[in-house]
């Protein structure tokens, strides 16, 4: 496959006021480390010659060629024969560790320990009845043999019962009940991939996919996300220079920066995919956490692209102890998919499915008294950071579970090792990068606790963050679970 590249005319908007620094190569310079070190500019890139940036900046030869050398010799630059300048980031990658190690153990279980690694919330109120009442049921099942591959026909009649009042027509027979959303997302990895398949993922993007698809022996792609969300742009030409296989996208409440992509510019994505014949796999785990329950949602990304694959889950609305997830798909591809979940698993708990089914009749309710929660939290975090971290800076999102904070300098990493002898558990930004970067960015999830405990852990954070600029020493640290 040739080298991604960069266009002068595509990169000169990113590079901002660069040039109104002075001397104008060293503005150039760090401007360009920037969108290297944060992944907007993805290693591998072969970036636009001196000539031509030269040109498109209205700079001189000598500003463009200092510019280049001092990133070379920074390591965020290397020549090579044949491919011009390309993009790198200097050392060992301080990024993902791939199969997040588990740190302290799953539950948390050391006391005094915060754990701001999982976007996700306790039980709603109501889950014990919900179980009581499947159990209630469960005897029906039982002179069955259990095994349900594409899960009990009346769950699944209720998704798509759901996805057809959100503007999809679907019918039972295009899904399946998977043992999560991240199962589904597996069975889809099997079916559609064979290794060395590129496929596109947004970076920042959800670790565990960026995992569970290198399991499938995918060849990640990354399209890099802006500060307000998707560039079409980057995103049609990335996808005709490598026309990936799939693309895994969340469009909806992306996480971890929570933007919502439009009707508009789904359908320009839409179209770019069926150009280059990429079946989409959409994240649609987020898709009911919206923090302002009267507006309006686009329409599915399936409703734009007809090669979609979705997926869902119970996690993020209900619990994350309830592991029932979905994926809806094209009837033509529904047999490589049961073929490919049979080489996995025989299906999914019928007492857990029964479980959802009652939860999804009581859906609307309990999602309001959970918005109520979210948006209070968010709030209370975004106040917190603000008044102890003013240094920061980050939207707060109009949906989702976490606050996406850009660090003014490249150190998240060192900041998680700082807040873990503090007490708080963080992932750092290089965990959700696709291709490395991303150290200038931190996901802080505001739904697991109270508002005392996120009071409580911003001001340890903080505490951590002065400790950057002590000499106490950096610790090795395993990569967190990370929800």
Not at 210 to 227: E, F, N, S
Not at 245 to 257: C, M, Q, S, V, W
Not at 338 to 347: F, H, Y
Not at 455 to 466: G, L, P, Y
Request: proline share 8%; with cysteine; charged share 20%.
């Amino acid at each position: 496959m040739a080298p991604r590249s960069i266009s002068a005319a595509r990169l000169v908007p990113m590079l901002g006021a660069a040039l109104g620094v002075t001397p104008a190569y060293r503005g150039l310079a760090d401007a360009l480390r920037l969108l290297i070190a944060d992944g907007r500019l993805p290693a591998g890139t072969r970036l636009p010659s001196q000539r031509e940036l030269t040109t498109a900046l209205g700079v001189s030869r000598t500003t463009v060629t200092r510019a280049y050398a001092e990133l070379e010799d920074r390591g965020y630059l290397s020549s090579r024969q044949g491919s011009g300048s390309v993009a790198t980031l200097p050392g060992t990658p301080a990024g993902r560790r791939q199969g997040a190690a588990l740190q302290r153990g799953l539950d948390r279980a050391e006391g005094d320990v915060i754990d701001l690694t999982c976007a996700s919330m306790p039980a709603p109120p109501g889950t014990m009845a919900a179980y009581e009442r499947a159990l209630l049921a469960l005897p029906g099942y039982l002179s069955g043999t259990g095994y349900h591959p594409l899960g009990l026909p009346e769950l699944r009649e209720a998704l798509a019962q759901g996805y057809t009042a959100r503007g999809l027509p679907t019918d039972p027979d295009q899904l399946m009940v998977t043992s999560g959303a991240l199962a589904g997302l597996a069975v889809a990895g099997r079916a559609l991939l064979s290794p060395g398949d590129r496929v596109l993922l947004e970076s920042p993007t959800y670790p565990n996919a960026i995992d569970t698809l290198r399991h499938c022996g995918a060849r990640p792609v990354a399209l890099p996300m802006q500060r307000d969300g998707w560039d079409s742009s980057a995103a049609e030409a990335t996808l005709r220079q490598t026309a990936p296989r799939a693309a895994y996208l969340i469009p909806d409440f992306h996480n971890p920066t929570g933007a919502l992509m439009g009707d508009a510019q789904r359908a320009r994505l839409g179209r770019a995919l069926s150009g280059t014949h990429t079946v989409s796999v959409v994240d649609e785990t987020m898709v009911d956490l919206s923090h302002d329950g009267d507006a309006a949602m686009p329409a599915p990304m399936a409703a734009h692209h007809g090669r979609s694959i979705t997926l869902g889950g119970a996690s993020k609305s209900f619990w994350g102890g309830l592991r029932v997830g979905w994926l809806r798909a094209p009837r033509d591809l529904m047999p490589a998919l049961v073929t490919a979940r049979l080489s996995l698993d025989l299906g999914s708990p019928v007492l857990e499915q029964l479980v959802l089914l009652d939860l999804l009749s009581h859906r609307n309710e309990l999602l309001a008294a959970r918005r109520t929660g979210m948006v209070a939290a968010r709030d209370t975090l975004a106040a917190e950071l603000r008044a102890q971290l003013p240094q920061w800076s980050f939207q707060p999102p109009a949906g989702g579970l976490s606050i996406w904070a850009e660090l003014p300098n490249e150190v998240s990493t060192p900041l998680t090792v700082a807040a873990d002898r503090r007490g708080v558990v963080l992932a750092p930004g290089a965990q959700f990068a696709v291709e490395g970067g991303l150290e200038r960015f931190l996901r802080v999830p505001f739904a697991a606790h109270p508002p005392e405990l996120l009071r409580e852990a911003v001001r340890r954070v903080a505490a951590a963050w002065e400790d950057l600029g002590s000499d106490r020493p950096a610790q090795h640290r395993s990569s967190p679970l990370v929800a």
